[in-house]
């Protein structure tokens, strides 16, 4: 027999499939990992493919060294994965695989625990001295009980009792297997009984399918979500549950604890490794058949799916920026064909793109547009922060934020602010008259760089001169201005001296549980205030929240992105969301610099569909995605003349593909990236936009003309989230 097998290294000289025989008594599988020899070295593997015979030299075959472990940790449906990412997104094998498996294991680093446990020996007669006090005490307790788990047994009476009675055969000790779970703090749930709107989606929803379910914050998809899991379950078949990043809160996993029990696998980067191997290891031998967690349970190893869900499905960090580069919805439509089972994207702001596929019928739309509980979504107000500066206030807060915190604190109830911060760098704007710098070329905004002190489009490389005064009002009050939470949090305490005021973001939120004791403490005050960034804007369902603030609107609407618009509605949605989701009527108060941009009207009035329809017609004008494709090459290295000479190579091939592909490219250039270094790495980039009907086959010859790079230093990314 002989075996196909990927040697788990990075080289791209590795990357292919290389064959081994076996040795009579080996008992190898496909899907199981190997170890195999490989030149002078004994290297990793994984088998792909068992075959009779085999076309090279027979006698220049080496022979496969051992096996792993004695099971395919690699189940069939993950090969075809393989197969469809390695052509889909041009990564190396090895790089597929390994989202495959834990880290951990792949590692070697986790082992299975055992848990130690202690019972009466039934064939010994027991005959201790009167001395021996407390070895009398343990048989006395283990008389009484099948058996006593060790450390429980040693914490009360210290290890060497324990001993004597072992090297006396008066007791034995055996050991078991056990899970470690990662910890949840069970709160209670509310029983409900689905609403006509829930039911009608819930019955919807069926067969080899994708369905956008679009449904406004508080719409109840959550219990659709859950029914549906339910009904899967049902008929012997397996979930999997996907949340972004972002909303991980334990609120979630609470919910489905409760619902399914130990039936719930978690996966999500703040466990554990022994915690997230453990769980792999349920899902992997069908004990638990829910998987729920971030990006990366997509690859959860579960068989016989029955349904894919993916919540707050426009979130950014459904794609994978770093290496392996992926985009979770393609894995998910590839998951759910294989299976034949429906994919369900929720969300009370779809992406343009999801929506648009929806409007051309390639997903089937659902919606959901009002509250479950019957309640209003909460009233936006619009305030004018240039209105407020002539007023005389050039402060972070407007008066009618400060009137309505005021109130909140009376009526001892909850506010939270939202400070909207992404990223470092930030846009320049007029205080005087929301004047904002853009790229003459691109009509996107500039972003202020620090480091050499200039203005920059992330899409074409243009460089500006810093501002000193407005071009359109003259005033000099114009800079790069971002509040930090800090900042706001020092403001609002000297406004409410006496109000608890908690503050979440990166900087308190870096230990483990962090986020769940800022959230305890919130719950538990009367009045109180949070403050925080993107983290408070997802999942929390707190009924005494009335009011929130959004400091700032602003910021992600002038980010250099041709997404910034879209975003903006989005975070605004959801943050909004929070307010008034018990008893009390919920009100929203956002400050801008310009408040009759059109995103603010549409977001007002909850108007996503009007939204689209606006936002729609100007990326089709702009041609920018989803009616293009955005092509960046990037080159990064220690030495700026190896980047710079990479690409000048490649540049060279590239640019010929103007000449065959002519106006179907529609933009094409290399450059600086816009941060020059990062991680003490130099970084060029060729940026291509290109229209869709040829977009595949010229992204598949970029593709072709940048491979061959050994060092790993080339990156290709398609429409990427950021450009920094
Ligand atoms: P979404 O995820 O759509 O924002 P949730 O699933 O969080 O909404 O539901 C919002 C609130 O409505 C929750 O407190 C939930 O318990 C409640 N809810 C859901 N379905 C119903 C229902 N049929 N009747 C009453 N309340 C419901
Ligand atoms: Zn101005
Ligand atoms: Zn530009």
């Known amino acids: 027999m002989y075996a196909d097998v990927i040697i788990d290294q990075d080289a791209k000289a590795l990357d292919k499939v290389f064959v081994y025989s076996i040795a009579d008594g080996l008992d190898v599988k496909v899907g199981m990992r ?41 189940k069939p449906e993950m090969l075809e994965l393989m197969k469809f990412m390695a052509k889909k997104n041009h990564l190396s094998l090895a790089s597929i695989l390994r989202l495959f498996i834990p880290t951990e294991m792949r590692e070697g680093k986790v082992k299975e ?3 130690t446990f202690y019972s009466i020996a039934p064939e010994k007669e027991i005959f201790l001295p009167k001395s021996a006090k407390k070895q009398q005490e343990i048989v006395d307790l283990l008389s009484q009980m099948p058996r006593v788990e060790g450390s429980k047994l040693n914490e009360k009476f210290g290890y060497s009792s324990i001993k004597s009675l ?20 069970m709160g209670e749930t509310a029983k409900v009984t689905l609403n006509q709107m829930q039911k009608n989606a819930i019955e919807a929803i069926k067969g080899n399918a994708t369905y956008l379910l679009h449904g406004v914050t508080g719409s109840g998809k959550t219990e659709v979500y859950m029914h549906l899991i339910d009904d899967v379950l049902k008929e012997g078949k397996s979930a999997i549950m996907l949340v972004p990043e972002i909303s991980l809160t334990p609120q979630i996993f609470n919910h489905f604890k409760l619902r399914f029990g130990e039936r719930v696998a978690i ?25 729920i967690g971030a990006r990366s349970a997509i690859f959860a190893p579960l068989e016989n799916l029955g349904i894919i869900i993916i919540d707050e499905e426009h979130e950014q960090s459904y794609i994978s920026e770093a290496n392996p580069r992926f985009s979770t919805h393609d ?110 070329d691109c009509d996107v905004s500039l972003v202020y760089h620090r480091e050499d002190n200039r203005l920059k489009c992330h899409y074409c490389g243009k460089q500006f001169k810093v501002l000193d005064v407005c071009p359109k009002c003259g005033s000099e009050n114009i800079k790069q201005g971002a509040v930090g939470t800090e900042k706001v949090v020092g403001e609002l305490q000297k406004l409410f001296p006496d109000v608890k005021i908690l503050r979440m973001d990166n900087d308190t939120t870096g230990t483990k549980n962090a986020h769940q004791k800022i959230l305890n403490e919130f719950k ?139 106006s179907e490219i529609i933009y094409l250039d290399a450059m600086k990236s816009p941060i020059k270094k990062i991680q003490d790495k130099y970084r060029y980039q060729i940026m291509l936009r290109v229209k869709l009907e040829k977009a595949d086959q010229i992204e598949n010859e970029v593709f072709e003309l940048v491979k061959n790079n050994t060092k790993n230093n080339v990156f290709i990314e398609i429409n990427p989230q950021s450009l920094s």
């Open 524 to 662: 538990n005050s009367l009045p109180s205030i949070l403050v925080g960034t993107q983290m408070i804007a997802k999942g929390h369902d707190f009924e005494n929240v009335v009011l929130v603030g959004i400091v700032d609107a602003d910021q992600s609407l002038f980010h250099a992105d041709y997404r910034s618009t879209e975003r903006t509605f989005q975070l605004i949605t959801q943050v909004s969301g929070r307010a008034g989701r018990g008893g009390s009527e919920g009100k929203v108060i956002l400050q801008t610099y310009a408040p009759r941009h059109y995103v603010y009207k549409f977001v007002a009035n909850y108007d996503y569909k009007g939204f689209f329809r606006k936002e729609e017609n100007i990326r089709q004008t702009a041609e920018f995605p989803p009616f293009s494709r955005i092509i960046r090459v990037l080159f990064s290295n220690r030495d700026e003349k190896t980047a710079l000479d990479e690409l000048k190579v490649r540049y060279n091939k590239i640019v010929k593909l103007k000449e065959a592909y002519g």
């Open 331 to 440: 894995v998910a439509d590839f998951r759910a064909r294989y299976n034949n089972c429906p994919l369900v994207l929720g969300s009370a702001t779809p992406s343009v793109e999801s929506y648009e596929k929806a409007k051309r019928s390639e997903y089937n739309l659902i919606e959901m547009p009002t509250r479950a509980n019957g309640k209003e979504l909460p009233t936006i107000q619009i305030v004018d922060m240039i209105g407020q500066i002539r007023q005389g206030n050039s402060g972070i807060f407007s008066n009618e934020l400060i009137a309505a915190l005021a109130n909140v604190v009376n009526d001892k109830k909850q506010a939270m602010l939202f400070i909207n911060r992404r990223g470092y760098s930030s846009f320049m704007r007029c205080r005087e008259c929301g004047y904002i710098a853009k790229c003459t």
């Open 166 to 185: 072992l090297d006396k055969g008066y007791i034995k000790k055996e050991l078991e297997k056990f899970s470690r779970r990662p910890e949840i703090d």
């Open 267 to 291: 996966l999500h980067s703040g466990l554990s490794a022994g915690e997230r191997f453990d769980e792999w290891k349920r899902l992997f031998s069908g004990e638990a058949q829910i998987a």
């Open 34 to 74: 190997v170890i195999v020899p490989f030149g002078a070295r004994h290297l990793q593997g994984f088998v792909v493919g068992l075959k009779d015979d085999c076309d090279y030299d027979k006698s220049r075959i080496k022979q496969i060294s051992s096996v792993v472990e004695d099971f395919s940790a690699i």
């Open 113 to 115: 625990l055992f848990k």
